[in-house]
């Protein structure tokens, strides 16, 4: 089971340009009204993927997890996952999370993405707009 996440990265970059041995760290330095906050981050992948609805390429960070189908039912997804997901991605600049959904032995068989600003919404924090 510790595999399952690694496994899920690694299958999802086989066909892209990455070198394994690369690791990407960032400093992220916002301001929220006085407060000045400061992030560090750690990326194991960074891939090209659409950013523009013309499909133009970028660069950005990808966060790639693993959920299983039964966890997705429980109300503490809502409450507790995507707003970890959210924190993680947001302060560290993250548009959009891939999340694989997994059976009980740890096969994805589906893919779900999220858009990091959609987040707070959909765990019922932000009324719908």
């Known amino acids: 089971m510790f595999a399952w996440g690694f496994k899920f990265e690694q299958y999802l970059t086989t066909?892209?340009?990455?070198?394994n041995c690369e690791a990407f760290y960032t400093v992220v330095?916002?301001?929220?009204?006085?407060?000045?906050?400061?992030?560090?981050?750690?990326?194991?992948?960074?891939?090209?993927?659409?950013?523009?609805?013309?499909g133009s390429m970028g660069e950005h960070y990808v966060e790639f997890k693993t959920i299983s189908h039964s966890s997705l039912?429980?109300?503490?997804?809502k409450r507790v996952k995507l707003l970890k997901w959210w924190t993680q991605s947001v302060l560290?600049?993250?548009?959009?999370?891939?999340?694989?959904?997994?059976?009980?032995?740890?096969?994805?068989?589906?893919?779900?993405?999220?858009?990091?600003?959609?987040?707070?919404?959909?765990?019922?924090?932000?009324a719908h707009r």
């Open 15 to 19: 066909n892209l340009q990455y070198n």
């Open 92 to 126: 560290a600049v993250v548009p959009e999370i891939v999340c694989g959904l997994r059976d009980d032995a740890g096969t994805v068989t589906k893919l779900q993405t999220y858009k990091t600003q959609h987040l707070p919404t959909m765990a019922g924090l932000l």
């Open 29 to 54: 330095k916002s301001q929220i009204g006085a407060h000045t906050l400061s992030s560090f981050k750690y990326y194991d992948r960074m891939i090209l993927l659409p950013l523009n609805p013309d």
């Open 73 to 77: 039912q429980k109300g503490s997804f």
